[in-house]
């Protein structure tokens, strides 16, 4: 898929059912690197270690551990700097140049024997294919999770791929995900950065299941710079870069949501006519955070007095008599009380779809936002009350 990179995932053992748990990416030559990271003051080694690795380094290989978080246990970051030093000697390079991610149970000791013992049987399970890659970074997703863009720039053609795991524990800055971004772009370091922080924002800081984010939350993304094509910077090919590399992790974040251990429903929310942004996504995340909103929309239930409260309480100086709000392209609030005409029957038909969307309009600027939430249901509980058992 992208020239420059293999990819393998097998099964060493951690996972008790038997799932692939331990995932390799392989350049051919050393890549480009940046990433974004969890927010969560407790982090992982993992993080702490891939965090350091990039600003400093080119990546020669990317190392994922799935089924055990290999955080706060006793010997966790000597667990995981002996697994990136097994990987780089037999590689026969030094261990700065790999970078590492696990996820999983938190608080249980990493069978780290294990992960050692399965190196090289994951060297020589290396393909293009990266759907075994995929695979064994899930946990309790219930699908892989991939996404790809490609676009001409002078002539030559571009690509990017994407692949993801995540489906509870997610909220901004950011969720219980890991996120994996690869191209062939040649491209400028301070272009790629940029890309990557603004995209973030605009797609995994921008969706919520539960609320909850953790430990060992990261997004990197890797050029190959195996794509032929002229140096993409901030002023030559930025934006086609940037809006193809948006399209993937919008892509990536809407699985997750939809993913959201139990979700039925992928839920929209546009708040328009805001003073400024920040204004617009503080109200978008109270309105997704709403327990009560989530469950009203897994019952198909037209409750816009819930996503008025929600509205209400963001903290978002609002005015109530200029408040618009439409369901499924439904008006039922108009200048902040239920809009005539209202018929709830309809309405409640109309919440059937997968999809919802929800559009707020404040009627107090010209600043929006949108953000992705899923429903919360009867599954989610089952689903996380017997996570590790």
């Not at 955070?289 to 239930?301: C, M, R, W």
Request: charged share 30%.
């Amino acid at each position: 898929m992208i020239k420059g990179v293999k990819f393998s995932g097998i099964h060493c053992g951690i996972k008790k059912n038997g799932k692939k748990d331990l995932a390799l990416a392989l350049f051919d030559k050393p890549a480009l690197a940046f990433g974004v990271f969890t927010k969560n003051r407790v982090k992982a080694p993992s993080v702490l270690i891939t965090k350091k690795r990039i600003k400093e380094n080119e990546i020669k290989a990317l190392i994922v551990v799935s089924g055990n978080a290999c955080v706060c246990v006793k010997g966790d970051k000597e667990d995981a700097i002996r697994i990136t030093k097994t990987l780089a000697n037999v590689l026969n390079t030094e261990d700065k140049y790999i970078a590492h991610a696990s996820t999983g149970v938190i608080g249980v000791k990493l069978p780290v024997e294990k992960v050692i013992n399965a190196i090289p049987a994951l060297l020589k399970n290396l393909k293009e294919d990266v759907h075994d890659f995929a695979n064994a970074i899930t946990t309790t997703d219930a699908f892989e999770k991939i996404e790809t863009q490609k676009f001409t720039i002078e002539n030559k053609t571009v690509k990017i791929l994407g692949v993801a795991k995540g489906a509870g524990m997610i909220a901004p800055d950011l969720a219980t995900m890991l996120v994996f971004l690869f191209t062939d772009a040649v491209i400028e370091k301070k272009a790629l950065d940029l890309a990557l922080k603004e995209v973030v924002e605009e797609s995994f800081n921008s969706i919520n299941v539960d609320g909850d984010t953790s430990t060992n939350d990261m997004v990197l993304l890797f050029s190959t710079r195996t794509a032929g094509n002229k140096e993409i910077t901030l002023k030559n090919g930025f934006k086609e870069f940037r809006d193809a590399l948006k399209n993937v992790c919008l892509g990536l974040a809407k699985k997750i949501v939809m993913d959201g251990e139990g979700a039925t429903k992928l839920i929209e929310i546009n708040v328009k006519g805001a003073k400024t942004v920040k204004d617009a996504k503080k109200v978008a995340k109270t309105v997704a955070n709403s327990q009560l909103v989530k469950t009203a929309f897994y019952g198909e239930d037209p409750n816009w007095g819930r996503i008025m409260a929600a509205v209400g309480r963001s903290g978002v100086k609002i005015k109530q008599e200029k408040v618009n709000i439409k369901i499924q392209g439904f008006l039922v609030v108009k200048n902040g009380v239920e809009a005539k005409g209202f018929d709830e029957a309809i309405l409640k038909e109309a919440l059937k779809p997968k999809e919802i969307k929800v559009e707020i309009d404040l009627n107090l600027g010209k600043a929006e936002t949108i953000f992705y939430t899923s429903d919360l249901t009867i599954e989610y509980v089952k689903i996380n009350s017997a996570y590790r058992t």
